[in-house]
């Protein structure tokens, strides 16, 4: 089992900035994916930004030159530094853990985004 931690989401104006954390503890493998989904009330959960334990990553085209995906891998952190928002980056942000194997998958409880003047 592979428990998330998330921190980092609140209300910011469209042009804020955010950063997103989540911690993984438990049985964290040495080589896994990490990354951040978010859902929109009504809207399917969909990929934000993934990344690696070799760093590669993956973002989707909506946040692209905006949001950038790190991680801490001694720390078993991964962050999300939002810049830029716009209205339509409000949802509910998921921090995800994919391991070597299918049944490896888990989900962080969620931090609210919402961008708003």
């Known amino acids: 089992q592979v428990q998330l931690a998330e921190s980092g989401g609140g209300l910011v104006q469209p042009g804020g900035s955010l950063r997103l954390s989540c911690v993984a503890s438990g049985s964290v493998s040495n080589f896994n994916v990490m990354g951040w989904y978010r859902q929109a009330p009504g809207l399917e959960r969909q990929l934000v930004a993934a990344?690696?334990?070799?760093?590669?990553?993956n973002y989707a085209d909506s946040v692209k030159g905006r949001f950038a995906i790190s991680r801490d891998s001694t720390k078993n952190t991964v962050y999300l530094q939002m810049n830029s928002l716009k209205p339509e980056d409000t949802a509910v942000y998921y921090c995800n853990y994919q391991g070597l194997r299918a049944h490896q998958r888990y989900w962080g409880q969620g931090t609210q985004v919402t961008v708003s003047s």
């Open positions: 990344i690696a334990t070799a760093g590669s990553t």
